[in-house]
T-cell receptor, first 116, second 114 residues
Framework: KQEVTQIPAALSVPEGENLVLNCSFTDSAIYNLQWFRQDPGKGLTSLLLIQSSQREQTSGRLNASLDKSSGRSTLYIAASQPGDSATYLCAVGLNALTGGGNKLTFGTGTQLKVEL | DTEVTQTPKHLVMGMTNKKSLKCEQHMGHRAMYWYKQKAKKPPELMFVYSYEKLSINESVPSRFSPECPNSSLLNLHLHALQPEDSALYLC?????????????FGSGTRLTVV
């Protein structure tokens, strides 16, 4: 069974810092890995999608890397801002193998607070 | 249209009520999903519909009944729920059933069972 872990569980940083969020998974047979942002009580906003054949993806101040062989992904946030405060979730996509349909397994999340 | 729309945003229901959650997307996605998220926990998969057919049921109690009337619409019918079923219910869709191009999530329905 795929297990996805995120470290740290919570992080508080001053504005302007560069930071790294970590995600590890136990089964390397993944289709892709997706990073999401979730504000309190809200839905999930997709940040970056990395296909299993890719090593990294970038969008603005965000950069995500994927190392399938070691079962790790990192999300790098440059020049953090108070508006970045949210919970960040990584999720790996696995083939459900039977009957079609993919299974997305989420990590435990990192709660980020960026202070003024 | 690049959104997944969920209604209602909030729902309070008694344990004897019957209610339904609705999810709609007009992106032409062929797979749709229901997830349940308890406070401070990651979302957990409940159901997957692939090309309008139920492909995955993660051993969800029968008091939750999914329905996919067409490729754009997904419903979750609720009946005789328990207070522990209170949670954020998230709908998602993907272009095809392997999720190769990623997932789009709705903003969720906050359900409270009293």
């Amino acid at each position: 069974k795929q297990e996805v872990t995120q470290i740290p569980a919570a992080l508080s940083v001053p504005e302007g810092e560069n930071l790294v969020l970590n995600c590890s998974f136990t089964d390397s047979a993944i289709y892709n890995l997706q990073w999401f942002r979730q504000d309190p009580g809200k839905g999930l906003t997709s940040l970056l999608l990395i296909q299993s054949s890719q090593r990294e993806q970038t969008s603005g101040r965000l950069n995500a890397s994927l190392d399938k062989s070691s079962g790790r992904s990192t999300l790098y946030i440059a020049a953090s801002q108070p508006g970045d405060s949210a919970t960040y979730l990584c999720a790996v996509g696995l083939n459900a193998l039977t009957g079609g349909g993919n299974k997305l397994t989420f990590g435990t999340g990192t709660q980020l607070k960026v202070e003024l | 249209d690049t959104e997944v729309t969920q209604t209602p945003k909030h729902l309070v229901m008694g344990m004897t009520n019957k209610k339904s959650l609705k999810c709609e997307q007009h992106m032409g996605h062929r797979a749709m999903y229901w997830y349940k998220q308890k406070a401070k926990k990651p979302p957990e998969l409940m159901f997957v519909y692939s090309y309008e057919k139920l492909s995955i049921n993660e051993s969800v109690p029968s008091r939750f009944s999914p329905e996919c009337p067409n490729s754009s619409l997904l419903n979750l019918h609720l009946h005789a729920l328990q207070p522990e079923d209170s949670a954020l219910y998230l709908c998602a869709s993907s272009q095809e059933d392997r999720g190769i191009y990623g997932y789009t999530f709705g903003s969720g329905t906050r359900l409270t069972v009293v």
